[in-house]
């Protein structure tokens, strides 16, 4: 198993904190231009980790419109308000998968202003866009993009809504603190994922449930690592619908993983915790509020919540790549055929 280190850990959100400020700076130009819109594009994890950022712009903002796509259904819906007022802003790892340069493609023929938040610059994504943020060559893509895209609608946000947009400083000098901040939540967490790997590793399906904007990081937990990395079948679920049709499949001994954040969502994840401890053996609770981040400021959780416990709950496919004897690096088709 891999042996985490901090200093290693750090270092690979070196480059992405060093463009907090380059970011931010690009926001604030972006909103004195008059662009109004902003939409988020990628796929899987990139797409989940914005889309968990645009749930505060949605939040907060009045006179600022967002959206988020999948690439392919960005082209084939080819939305009409894409104009001369709008910020497209492309997240990937690497830069070359084919949807999402195909995407980019599509957008390069249009008035908008475009955005790649990725790795290197010599990749297709970024050859195919107006302007990159790079956060070079790391293990930690998920986390350095919301570093990255953070500062850039931050930026943007408290130019075009000083009022609305309250979390600004703070916020940016809680990013600086991030990379130490997910590295203790992962340590916090060792011993738990411990026992959870004991309790349910066996287990061939499962819900991981999460409300409001942790929905992301249950989505992510579910698709992105039990599904690629273990072939174990989990439904993310929203904690808002999970009362109208999925509890059904609820027994005492069906695992179900509940994701609590300090959002104003966070009701909607209580009344499932309260449903699972009555009702099944196997329901387990990952709670934001139980981690200490030294240097995060307290209005600032609330919006890290979503990394904080993808942080904390990733490190479980390590322990079940063991446990299993399936390793996580294993695919049956991704990368490896045509699709």
Not at 36 to 65: H, N
Not at 182 to 203: G, Y
Request: proline fraction near 3%; charged fraction near 25%; charge should be negative.
């Amino acid at each position: 198993m891999e042996v985490l280190d901090k200093d290693q850990f750090i270092s690979y959100l070196k480059n992405a904190v060093d463009l907090i400020d380059e970011a931010e700076i690009l926001g604030k130009e972006l909103a004195k231009k008059n662009f109004d819109k902003l939409v988020f594009v990628g796929c899987g994890a990139p797409y989940r980790i914005m889309k968990s950022i645009t749930y505060w712009i949605e939040k907060k903002c009045t006179q600022t419109r967002v959206f988020s796509y999948y690439p392919a259904e960005l082209i084939n819906q080819n939305p009409k308000f894409i104009d001369e007022h709008t910020v497209i802003i492309f997240g990937s790892y690497s830069g070359t998968t084919q949807e999402i340069v195909e995407a980019a493609k599509f957008c390069s023929k249009k008035t908008c202003y475009t955005i790649g938040i990725t790795r290197l610059a010599d990749s297709p994504l970024s050859l195919n866009v107006q302007r990159t943020l790079l956060f070079g060559d790391t293990k930690l893509g998920d986390y350095s993009r919301f570093i990255v895209t953070s500062a850039l609608v931050s930026g943007f946000c408290i130019v075009r809504e000083p009022e609305n947009w309250d979390i600004h400083d703070k916020l940016l000098s809680s990013l600086r603190n991030l990379p130490e901040a997910l590295f203790s939540a992962i340590k916090q967490s060792e011993q738990k994922i411990i026992e959870v790997t004991e309790q349910i590793a066996s287990k061939k399906s499962m819900f991981v449930i999460g409300a409001g904007p942790m929905y992301h990081s249950a989505y992510i937990l579910a698709f992105n690592s039990f599904i690629e990395m273990q072939w174990i079948h989990v439904t993310p679920i929203s904690a808002a619908e999970f009362f109208h049709g999925p509890f059904e499949l609820v027994d005492a001994s069906f695992p179900v993983i509940n994701l609590i954040d300090e959002t104003d969502h966070r009701e909607e994840a209580e009344r499932v915790r309260r449903f699972g401890a009555k009702y099944c053996n196997d329901f387990i609770n990952f709670d934001s509020k139980d981690y200490e981040l030294i240097d995060i400021d307290d209005d600032i959780r609330s919006y890290f919540s979503v990394l904080v416990l993808d942080a904390a709950t990733r490190r479980l496919m390590d322990y079940f790549s063991e446990a299993t004897g399936h390793d996580k690096s294993i695919r049956r088709y991704m990368g490896k055929v045509e699709y």
